[in-house]
């Protein structure tokens, strides 16, 4: 939800629509949906059903949430767009 409000996305939507959200605007890479979907769906089982999970189902979802929060977030705070460059050196 987070991922996709800082991207621009009105905020008080379901769950389901910030995911949708984040596949229309190409946020996620189009290998990541099916994987992005299915923590959508774990999500709602967790949510809706008492359901426990493996241990090694729930380690996978962590360390997909991990790549794609450091792919969101972790890129962008590395690389910084030529404009700023550019205005940090007339400073």
């Not at 996620?28 to 959508?40: D, G, S």
């Not at 962590?62 to 969101?72: A, G, I, N």
């Amino acid at each position: 939800m987070n991922v996709a409000v800082t991207n621009e996305a009105k905020e008080g939507l379901k769950f389901a629509q910030y995911v949708d959200y984040l596949i229309e605007k190409n946020l996620v890479p189009m290998k990541a949906e099916p994987l992005l979907k299915h923590i959508k769906d774990k999500g709602n089982e967790a949510n809706h059903q008492i359901k426990i999970i493996e241990k090694e189902e729930a380690e996978q979802l962590m360390r997909f949430t991990e790549m794609f929060l450091e792919d969101v977030f972790g890129y962008e705070a590395l690389f910084k767009p030529e404009e700023d460059i550019e205005s940090d050196s007339q400073e």
